[in-house]
């Protein structure tokens, strides 16, 4: 295949900048704030498996795998949180937890 | 090693006595901490009496290194020479018997624990300063003595008058202790060592001026602590502790100190003529100011201050004149007398039930006799009448001065003779409108008769005090004989018939002022009591006040000082630097608000922060690159 | 060819990412999402890694947005005209750092492009295998024992009382 590395990383740049957008303007609803934080990830995934790719060396996927891992485990968490919260409140808007008010 | 055991023992006895008395005084009963620091006294005094029966020759005594680090190499050590020898016997004499006074002095003082403790240090602070060979331990002892008199003079403090008194010493004297202070760093700097006995003999390495400056230098620190014009107006005021205290303060401890200084350093500051004549005029100029002032003074102890000053004035005429023997003479014979006359003035304040107002006293004569008897003593040695230990040591000063020769010292001889008309004639004004009289009542009989006992020994060494040092036509004297080995110390080449006139004419003088003294005050005392109801005339307020000294220092110093702090502390420190710092304060503590409405809490917010950041960070790469 | 098979899936891939963030539902945001993990998965194949394209699938496109879609469901949310949308004043700060962190990338990226020949080496999965287990044994390990806690506090946080 011939498609140079930094058009890959291209794509992933924009894909991860979609993702931060999404995590900064969907302040209404926690859901979609863990969207956006698994599209910055899967942005990351790529440029890993694009690196691996391009230099031949197994590691970059390997920490792909890791991160997915990684991913399972804090999703897993953030959503039972999700759900605690909600028991809690009635609500996934993220502005109605602010006690951590400084 | 016996001399150095004595000399030991001698510093620690009071020391080691003010120590016990000062932490466990309080829990001791009264008796024990009377004999305590009387036995500590009497105890170093017996170990001088035992040094000077084995004096041979000058030693240092070198007891324990105080610090040595780089060139600066201070051991504690201590030097026995005549002059020390002299000096520690007197103290230990004088104070002794001024201990044993305050016992009785003292009876109803609740504060006993407080007051042996101080006097006990004073002692020791006092013999440190005597005794120490180098310079730093001397200034030690120096700064014990000004902070040991600070705390006797403001003893009764709980008035703030006697507190003020004692902070006015110090403070003066402090004036004087600063020269001290950069006289040694400058000789440190010169010399590269602070021992009185390899400093004295290296002085003439050094160019005249450079003395010179040296000489006044230590003349000034000399000025704060024995009280000389201008730095003298703590003495007055410093009759403020108890009278015991002055006694000390005036007789054996602290205000002799500047003489004994400028005696010790003699061998090196007589090398310039110029800082001798400094201290020859600052002399006599104080011995002059001094009695002019005893001549209207109302309070008894007051009279005595004056005449102190007038009295330290002369001794530094001597050192000013090279006459270093004559001075310690006059200092030795000066302490028996000034404490007689110190002790027999608490004596006549105790009878007369803390009164101190000569022109209310009168007809103590018949009252207490032995009080009498022993303050005439004592007064004819200060007016010098002829044979009196006072007459000779003050002679043997101005035959010094005279002998100088030059137009200076022959003005400065002529008014050390008008000094003394002077002196003869307040002193038994003294006499005459205390003893005088016929109307005299004792209040109080407690205890006097030890304190009065006490006087006795002090009159026969005040009256013959000159058997120290008789003049050459009398025979060789005792002091000569001894300092003859110190530089400045040997007699004076006289021929006998220049000191049987001079002495001839002295004596006349003091003669002549106790007649005046008699015609004003005992023929005509009704009628200067009469005199005194009336408000003084401007010259006896003039000289009342010392001169209005206090007026002026407060005119030149004190006031332009206040208002100096006033503006310091509303402008400078209220205005500048704590409305800065105010305005600081707030202003962070506004901003940190401002910053504080930034955590709300909110998730987003942080977010929003967070990813910025990392924004700016990528932005500054970019910039990088670009 | 495969080159042409690559900029269809990247655009696929973007489109679906797009459509997934502006999506009014959170459900629809799963659809699109899972649409655009799919041709993630197959850029991975792509670029020679055929475990981790068959992980993307399984894990993320199976279990993770599935995980999302039943806790949606369990939460009841009420019917989702009401949940609020962002507006524009949400989105331009986001559209903002976007735009600087697409301009910051973009000036990084341009600036390094190095005459390298375009070309990617398969990896075969002997490779990895040998690389995960015996050079990163520990991190497996590791990695495990987080599962294990995130289980456990996943348990704990949504026990009911």
Redesign the interface.
Known sequence: MSVPLSHILIVASLMFAMGLGCVIAWRANVIMMLIGIEIMLNAVMLTFVGGSAHWGIADGQLFSLMLMALTSAEVSLALAMVVYLHRRKQTVNTDRFDSMKG | MMPATYLTLMLLFPLLGGLTCAIAGRKLPRVLVESLACGAVFGSFVCALLTALSYTAPTVVTLAEWFASFDLVIPISLYLDPLSLSLSVMIGFVCGLIHLYSVFYMREDEDYARYFALLNIFVFAMLTLVLAESLPLLYLGWEGVGFCSYLLIGFWYRDTNNADAGRKAFITTRIGDTAFMIALAWLFQLFGTLSVTKLNGMGFLMPVSVLTALGILFLIAAMGKSAQVPLMVWLPDAMAGPTPVSAMIHAATMVTAGVYLLARMYPMISASQTALAAIAVTGAVTAFYGATCALAQRDLKRVLAYSTISQIGYMMLGVGAEAVTAATFHLLVHAFFKALLFLGAGCIIAAMHHEQDIFKMGGLRRTLPLTFWSFLAGAACLAGLPFTGGFFSKDSILMAVWHKGGALYQSLYLLGLLTALITAFYSFRLVFLVFGGGNGHVHRTTGLGVMQAVLIPLAILGLFGGVLNLPGYMGEGLLTRLFVAIPGGGAVEATHEQEIVMQAVAGALALAGLAAAWLRYGKGRAHRMQEAQSPPSPLISFLANGWYFDALYNVLFIRPYRALAGILWERMDKGVIDDSLDGLGKGIGSVGQRLGRWSTGRVAVYLISFAAGGALILCYLAWLVL | M??TV??IL?AI??IG??C??TARQ?VR??VY?VVS?FA?AL??Y????P??AA??VI??AG??MV??LF??M??E?ESPEK????RFS??W???A??V??????????????RA?P??????PVR??A???FKQ?GV?VEI??M??L???V???Y??RRK
């Open positions: 495969e080159a690559f900029y990247a891939l973007l990412t797009l997934a963030i959170a945001a799963i999402l993990f993630l850029m991975f792509l670029l020679g890694a475990l981790i992980f993307e894990i993320y279990a993770i995980l999302f806790v949606i369990m939460l949310l949940l609020p949308k962002p949400d989105w700060p986001a559209l750092l976007v600087v962190v697409v301009g910051a990338l973009a000036v990084l990226l341009l600036s390094h492009v390298v375009p070309g990617f080496t398969d990896i490779q990895f040998y690389t995960l990163y991190a990695v495990s987080q599962l806690f995130a289980l506090g996943a348990l946080l949504g």
